[in-house]
């Protein structure tokens, strides 16, 4: 069956460190993955996403990602952490033939010290 | 502004009432989703639409009803057999269902039972 697994609930980053949010997956094709941010009470924003090709993908806000299928992950990074950037971020694996479903893992949530 | 809006932002309901949780978006996008979202949880399909006048369960279809007589608008009532309402509701669309048609978040709609 087709999952995502986000190992890490919460992370606390300093600003300006560097970050990497994990996700692993599981599905038997090729996967199409995302990652979207979600600040508190609001709706999900797509960060980026990967569907073919150049397995580092670049997204909004400085963020990258990397798909390794040998490791089925789809890690987040980004350089250098902002203040702005604590929120609850989600990696999703999909649109599956139920009407374009996407598989959502339980969401890393993530603080920045100042 | 192209978009998809929510509304309302918090919705309380007494236990055996039925609510309605409005969805409209003006992205001329064909498909439609309701998320339910629970901490800890992820986000989980309730129903989908991929056409005008049609409409498919997702997961937790159980205890909720859809209609989708326009295009732009895909409202969600919440029936009073849905035993545990109390969560965050999020809509999206896309242009289609195929692999490659990213989901566009709205804000959400906070209900909670009272």
């Known amino acids: 069956a087709q999952s995502v697994t986000q190992p890490d609930i919460h992370i606390t980053v300093s600003e300006g460190a560097s970050l990497e949010l994990r996700c692993n997956y599981s599905?038997?094709?090729?996967?199409?993955l995302f990652w979207y941010v979600q600040s508190p009470g609001q709706g999900l924003q797509l960060l980026l996403k990967?569907?073919?090709?150049?397995?580092l993908v670049q997204g909004i806000k400085g963020f990258e990602a990397e798909f390794k299928r040998s490791q089925s992950s789809f890690n987040l990074r980004k350089p250098s952490v902002h203040w702005s950037d604590a929120a609850e971020y989600f990696c999703?694996?999909?649109?599956?033939?139920?009407?374009?479903?996407?598989?959502f893992g339980q969401g890393t949530e993530l603080s920045v010290k100042p | 502004d192209g978009g998809i809006t929510q509304s309302p932002k918090y919705l309380f309901r007494k236990e055996g009432q039925n609510v309605t949780l409005s969805c409209e978006q003006n992205?001329?996008?064909?498909?439609m989703y309701w998320y339910r979202q629970d901490p800890g949880q992820g986000l989980r399909l309730i129903y989908y639409s991929q056409i005008v006048n049609d409409f498919q369960k997702g997961d937790i279809a159980e205890g909720y009803s859809v209609s989708r007589e326009k295009k732009e608008s895909f409202p969600l009532t919440v029936t009073s057999a849905q035993k545990n309402p109390t969560a965050f509701y999020l809509c999206?669309?896309?242009?289609?269902?195929?692999?490659?048609?990213?989901?566009?978040f709205g804000p959400g709609t906070r209900l909670t039972v009272l």
């Open positions: 999703a694996v999909g649109p599956f033939n139920q009407g374009g479903k996407l598989i």
């Open positions: 992205l001329n996008h064909d498909a």
């Open positions: 999206a669309s896309s242009k289609g269902t195929g692999r490659t048609d990213t989901q566009y």
């Open positions: 599905y038997g094709a090729t996967p199409y």
């Open positions: 990967y569907f073919s090709g150049d397995t």
